[in-house]
T-cell receptor, first 117, second 115 residues
Framework: AQTVTQSQPEMSVQEAETVTLSCTYD???????LFWYKQPPSRQMILVIR??????QNATENRFSVNFQKAAKSFSLKISDSQLGDTAMYFC??????????????FGEGTQLTVNP | DAGVTQSPTHLIKTRGQQVTLRCSPK?????VSWYQQALGQGPQFIFQ???????QRGNFPDRFSGHQFPNYSSELNVNALLLGDSALYLC??????????????FGPGTRLLVL
C-alpha cells in the first residue's frame, strides 16, 4: 500500500514571499502520478499541479512549481509571490498507474498554509 | 463547461437511517470516484465507478454502496448510519484514457451530519 506524508501541519508566509510545502511518499511502484490539491475554507478541493513520475522535468503552473525527486520519493510544492487567496489546506496525493482496474488517490494529512498581509 | 456537481450540499440524518448522495461528473468525463473526508483529515477513497461497474474499493464496510448510471452520474448510498459517518463526502470525476492519465476533479462536496 502507498502512503503519503506531509510533515508540516501548519505553515505561514508573508504576502509576496515564497514558501515550500513538503511531501514524501512510499511506494514500490515505478509508474505513478503525484498531485497537489488545495482546499480553501469553502472545502472545495481544487487541483493545483500534477506530475507524472516518468517525466524528469518538474511541473510548473504559473506561480506554482514542484521539486520532484523520484529516488528520494519527495514531491515538494513551491508557491512564489504568495497571495492572500493562497490561504488554504494543501494536500499532496499519489495515484498508481492502472491500465485496467480503477485508480484511487491516496492523500496526505495536509498542510494548512496561511498567507499574512 | 459545467464542473462536477453534487447534491445535496448539506444533510442531517439520525443514527440508523439511510442516505443517498448524488454526483454529476464534469462534461466529457466517464469515471466517478467517491471520498470521505473527516474534519481535519485528508480524504479517504471509498470506491470508483466506470462503465456502470465498481472498479476499485477502499476499506469501507458494505453499508457503503454505489451506482453509476448510463449518463455517467453516480449515487453513494450509506445504510444504517453511524455517528462516525459524519463527514464531507467528495465526488471526483475523470476521463479514463488508454494511458490512464486520469486527473480527478472534485465537486463541492456534501456535508453529512449524523445525530
Amino acid at each position: 500500500a502507498q502512503t503519503v506524508t506531509q510533515s508540516q501541519p501548519e505553515m505561514s508566509v508573508q504576502e509576496a514571499e515564497t514558501v515550500t510545502l513538503s511531501c514524501t511518499y512510499d511506494t514500490s511502484e515505478n509508474n505513478y502520478y503525484l498531485f497537489w490539491y488545495k482546499q480553501p475554507p469553502s472545502r472545495q478541493m481544487i487541483l493545483v499541479i500534477r506530475q507524472e513520475a516518468y517525466k524528469q522535468q518538474n511541473a510548473t503552473e504559473n506561480r506554482f512549481s514542484v521539486n520532484f525527486q523520484k529516488a528520494a520519493k519527495s514531491f515538494s510544492l513551491k508557491i512564489s509571490d504568495s497571495q492572500l487567496g493562497d490561504t488554504a489546506m494543501y494536500f499532496c496525493a499519489f495515484m498508481k498507474h492502472e491500465e485496467t482496474s480503477g485508480s484511487r488517490l491516496t492523500f496526505g494529512e495536509g498542510t494548512q498554509l496561511t498567507v499574512n498581509p | 463547461d459545467a464542473g462536477v456537481t453534487q447534491s445535496p450540499t448539506h444533510l442531517i440524518k439520525t443514527r440508523g437511517q439511510q442516505v443517498t448522495l448524488r454526483c454529476s461528473p464534469k462534461s466529457g468525463h466517464d469515471t466517478v470516484s467517491w471520498y470521505q473526508q473527516a474534519l481535519g483529515q485528508g480524504p479517504q477513497f471509498i470506491f470508483q465507478y466506470y462503465e456502470e461497474e465498481e472498479r476499485q474499493r477502499g476499506n469501507f464496510p458494505d453499508r457503503f454502496s454505489g451506482h453509476q448510471f448510463p449518463n455517467y452520474s453516480s449515487e453513494l448510498n450509506v445504510n444504517a448510519l453511524l455517528l462516525g459517518d459524519s463527514a464531507l463526502y467528495l465526488c471526483a470525476s475523470s476521463y479514463r484514457t488508454v494511458r490512464s492519465r486520469e486527473t480527478q476533479y472534485f465537486g463541492p462536496g456534501t456535508r453529512l451530519l449524523v445525530l
